[in-house]
C-alpha cells in the first residue's frame, strides 16, 4: 500500500527563486490538497482539486502560488521569486470517492526553507 | 470568522493515565469532527471521524464525543503510552462541496513514563 508521496522532503532555496514541488497521491484517489503548515500551527489549506479540475483556492495564495494537476494524478506545486515568508512544510493530502472533505491521506510534506 | 480552539499548551501526562484533549469551535456548524495526529517532520495521520449525530465514538483506547450545543469535542486516550506523544490536531467540517477542511492548532501531548 503506497501512500502519499511527495517531493522533495527538503528544499532550500533563495529568496527570488523559483521552486516546484511534486505530490503523487494514493492511486484512484479523485481528490488532492495543498496544505502549508508552520511550525505551532494547524495546516492551512491553500487548494483543492477534483480531478484535474481546481475547484478552490484560498485567498490567502498569492499571485506568486500556482498549483496543477494535469491529467487528474500527480500534481504540482510552484512558487515564483520566493520570499523569507514562504519558509514552510507544504503537505499534499488526497481523498477516495465518496463524502467530501473525510479522511484526508497526509504525505510527508516538504520543508521548504528561503534564505 | 470561523474559529477552531485547541489548548496551545502542551499537556503532559503519566504514562497509564488517561490524557483529554478539547477542541472548540464558534461560527461554525459542522457536520462531522475529525481527529488527526501528527508527529514531528511527519503528515497528520487520520485518527477518527465523528458525526453531528454521534454523541460518542471509540476506536481501541481512543474515544471522542461531540457536543454541537457546547461546539465542542474531546478526544480522550486511555491507559496512555509514551507511543502516544505526538500533537493531536481537530478539523470540523460541513463536508459541503465549496467547504475545505479547516484545522486546529493543535494540543502537543507528551506521556512521561
Known amino acids: 500500500d503506497t501512500g502519499v508521496s511527495q517531493n522533495p522532503r527538503h528544499k532550500i532555496t533563495k529568496r527570488g527563486q523559483n521552486v516546484t514541488f511534486r505530490c503523487d497521491p494514493i492511486?484512484?484517489?479523485?481528490?488532492l490538497y495543498w496544505y502549508r503548515q508552520t511550525l505551532g500551527q494547524g495546516p492551512e489549506f491553500l487548494t483543492y482539486?477534483?480531478?484535474?479540475?481546481?475547484?478552490?483556492k484560498s485567498r490567502l495564495l498569492s499571485d506568486r502560488f500556482s498549483a496543477e494537476r494535469p491529467k487528474g494524478s500527480f500534481s504540482t506545486l510552484e512558487i515564483q521569486r520566493t520570499e523569507q515568508g514562504d519558509s514552510a512544510m507544504y503537505l499534499c493530502?488526497?481523498?477516495?470517492?465518496?463524502?467530501?472533505?473525510?479522511?484526508?491521506?497526509f504525505g510527508s510534506g516538504t520543508q521548504l526553507s528561503v534564505l | 470568522s470561523q474559529k477552531i480552539e485547541q489548548n496551545s499548551e502542551a499537556l503532559n501526562i503519566q504514562e497509564g493515565k488517561t490524557a483529554t484533549l478539547t477542541c472548540n469551535y464558534t461560527n461554525y456548524s459542522p457536520a462531522y469532527l475529525q481527529w488527526y495526529r501528527q508527529d514531528p517532520g511527519r503528515g497528520p495521520v487520520f485518527l477518527l471521524l465523528?458525526?453531528?449525530?454521534?454523541k460518542e465514538k471509540r476506536k481501541e483506547r481512543l474515544k471522542v464525543t461531540f457536543d454541537t450545543t457546547l461546539k465542542q469535542s474531546l478526544f480522550h486516550i486511555t491507559a496512555s503510552q509514551p507511543a502516544d506523544s505526538a500533537t493531536y490536531l481537530c478539523?470540523?467540517?460541513?463536508?459541503?462541496?465549496?467547504?475545505?477542511?479547516?484545522f486546529g492548532t493543535g494540543t502537543r501531548l507528551q506521556v512521561f513514563p
Open positions: 492511486s484512484e484517489h479523485n481528490r
Open positions: 493530502a488526497s481523498s477516495p470517492p465518496g463524502h467530501l472533505n473525510e479522511k484526508l491521506f
Open positions: 482539486f477534483q480531478n484535474e479540475a481546481q475547484l478552490e
Open positions: 465523528i458525526r453531528e449525530n454521534e
Open positions: 478539523a470540523p467540517s460541513r463536508g459541503r462541496l465549496t467547504d475545505k477542511l479547516i
